[in-house]
């Protein structure tokens, strides 16, 4: 990830930088934002009333759709599943030629990006519905998805094209917007925790005296993944074992495998028909959507009320 000029490889870490330090707030804010929703709760069990526009907080089953799980085969209401290579490596060419003619400076200093290796990416079932007594509501984590992605799409918009021309290809940083939207959204929606452990590494090689090939390296390790609905993290090995699913969403994103490539998939899921608790806002038509930044929408197995 690099720019058209000197820059290199650095902004497109800051481009991550400044979409997570974006949201920073919420986090900061989190436990005032707690203690106000479990407020919220409160006064709805005291009065649960429906109205549109206004918080709403069920129990029931998360029934439907009946998806299967890429990984395991296992039939749920719900996942997010972020699929990431063990390695990643970009390499890219700078030229630097530096002439200095009676004073005024010429040549460039410019940057050019030759391959990227590896990938990560996220990939959701999208919404679900659960059933509360007799009445059944459309739960919408797409709605959170969308809103951290409008935000994102004003931070990196003004570099895409540039990271375009750089030769970044496209795919791979829509993949790593969504990435990181999905990680902060997921934070929000089941406390989705899976924090990432990067060991980087740089190479330099020389074809000429102009040019300079950077090749950085980083492999990446996930030891636990934490949340509010179930959660775990799987280490695959491609020719060895793993899973057929994955393997097609590696493929259709345009990705190839050498055999022995790790791969590693963190996943938060919700199993067919298991009981919920869920907390949004009502949206007047069967559906509980994230509408508040107070509000919020959140799903949990344990009454989030008492936590």
């Known amino acids: 990830m690099a720019s058209s000029d000197s820059g290199g490889l650095i902004i497109f870490g800051i481009i991550i930088l400044l979409i997570i330090g974006l949201f920073a707030y919420s986090y900061l804010n989190q436990r005032r934002i707690a203690n106000k929703q479990k ?48 390695e990643t490596a970009v390499t890219d060419t700078r030229s630097n030629i530096s002439l200095d003619i009676n004073g005024i400076p010429l040549g460039t200093n410019r940057s050019h990006i030759n391959s990227v290796q590896g990938f990560h990416f996220f990939e959701t079932s999208g919404d679900f519905t659960v059933a509360s007594g007799s009445a059944y509501y459309f739960v919408r984590p797409s709605g959170i998805l969308a809103y951290f992605k409008k935000g994102s799409d004003m931070v990196s918009g003004f570099v895409g094209g540039q990271l375009k021309n750089a030769g970044m290809p496209d795919g791979v940083f829509q993949d790593a917007m969504t990435f990181t939207n999905a990680q902060v959204a997921l934070r929000m ?95 007047g038509d069967r559906s509980i959507i994230y509408a508040d930044p107070d509000v919020q929408l959140l799903v949990s197995y344990t009454d989030p009320e008492t936590l």
């Open 189 to 283: 929606f089941c406390e989705f925790n899976a924090p990432l452990v990067e060991d980087h590494s740089r190479r330099f090689s020389h074809p000429s005296f102009t040019k300079t090939n950077t090749t950085q390296r980083t492999s990446i390790t996930i030891v636990t993944a934490t949340a509010r609905i179930d959660s775990r993290v799987q280490n695959y090995m491609a020719g060895y074992n793993l899973p057929q699913g994955i393997s097609d969403l590696i493929t259709k994103r345009g990705f190839t495998l050498a055999e022995k490539d790790e791969v590693i998939v963190v996943e938060v899921f919700i199993p067919l028909n298991r009981e919920v608790f869920v907390f949004g806002t009502f949206d």
């Open 39 to 86: 407020a919220l709760m409160k006064a709805f069990r005291a009065s649960p009333d429906i109205v549109k526009d206004k918080p709403i907080f069920i129990q029931g089953q998360a029934q439907a759709p009946d998806m299967i799980l890429p990984t395991t085969g296992e039939h749920v209401a719900y996942y997010g599943m972020f699929v990431l290579s063990k």
